[in-house]
């Protein structure tokens, strides 16, 4: 009898610590193709509250917007930002007279484009995304919206003065204010 169990118990025991079978493998792989559905599908969604609420901020997600100082569309563009993105034919003037040179889709175009190009001006800034300034963690969605706000030149003095230097623009708004407005969105 011990050896019927032993044996049975070795059997028992081989199946167990043996390589995994197709199905197995089959089911790891759906799952980590799964996996980076969701993980794609939540960024890309923590990415729209991100535009949303900072259009919100910037413009009350009016796409029509023209401030006192002649930003315009729903983040507020700066003609000669445009211009640095390669959209010279859109221009206040030419906004004023018809919106429809820059609806809101190309307003979004432009605003993916200049995150990306802030982010690239900030790639040396990156060991910051998690210390603290004056208070208030820094990360990424902190970062996007602070260059936004200023341009990465003046996130870049904040970050390197340790705060100090927190230019505000001419409404009031600092570079510091929209670190902290921004800084609780997962773009990681």
Not at 127 to 153: N, Q
Request: proline share 2%; aromatic share 14%.
């Amino acid at each position: 009898m011990q050896k019927v169990f032993l044996t049975f118990l070795f059997l028992f025991i081989s199946h167990i610590c043996s390589a995994p079978n197709l199905d197995f493998r089959l089911g790891v792989i759906k799952y980590r193709s799964l996996s980076d559905v969701v993980n794609r599908e939540y960024h890309e969604s923590e990415f729209s509250r991100f535009i949303n609420d900072l259009g919100l901020r910037e413009s009350g997600n009016n796409w029509l917007c023209i401030n006192s100082i002649g930003c315009f569309g729903e983040w507020q563009f700066d003609e000669s930002t445009l211009k640095y993105l390669g959209y010279r034919k859109v221009t206040l003037k030419k906004f004023k007279t018809n919106p429809e040179i820059f609806p809101r889709e190309l307003q979004l175009k432009a605003l993916k484009t200049l995150i990306k190009v802030n982010l690239t001006f900030l790639m040396d800034y990156e060991h910051f995304i998690g210390d603290t300034i004056k208070g208030v963690i820094i990360t990424k969605s902190g970062m996007i919206a602070a260059s936004h706000l200023g341009g990465a030149g003046s996130l870049q003095k904040f970050l390197n003065s340790n705060g100090i230097v927190n230019k505000r623009d001419i409404l009031g708004t600092s570079i510091y204010d929209y670190l902290k407005k921004f800084s609780s969105y997962d773009l990681e």
